[in-house]
């Protein structure tokens, strides 16, 4: 357990996500839980996270940091086609390894919050700059990049919640999904 003078936001927030992930859901964190797994008072939180509304929110920041570093690495090298699909692996990756703060960067961000847009932008981009391999552009890129999301949110969904229970590998399921979704994209 975190002693009081180590704690940082830093370190805060990274007992949040895992108690979010054992947990499988952020929402069912309280503060009075997080301060008992740091082993101080909930009082002495208040000097790292604006109430549980701020730390969802510093949740969701560390979650869109996390997707957005394993998105970067995945395309790191690849382009068109083998982006797609490493973008996909990363995006089912992450929610496998961040079940607990995988729902909270689905949202779309409110405006007024600067850094969840600058994120969530970031994100965007990178598919955006993929899709430029397709040809894909503009609005025709936008809609593209919400039927992949929409494929592999399905998908993760599906598996997290335990609807794949047949003697079937789920990885070719899921390869097959996603070079299907792939493969109609290359029509346009």
Known sequence: MAKTRQLTPEVVIETAARLANELRDASRITLTDLA???NIRVPSLYNHVKGLDGLRRD???WGLQQLLAATRQAVLGQVGRD???AVAHAYRAFAHAQPGVYSL???APPPEDAQLTALSNELLLILQLVLASYNLQGE????AIRGFRSVLHGFVSLETGGAFELLLDRDESFNRLVEIYLDGLSKN
Do not use: M, Q, W
């Open 105 to 107: 960067v689905l949202k």
């Open 59 to 61: 949740l969701t920041v």
């Open 83 to 85: 982006a797609l699909l």
């Open 36 to 38: 008992a797994e740091l």
């Open 140 to 143: 025709a890129a936008l809609h």
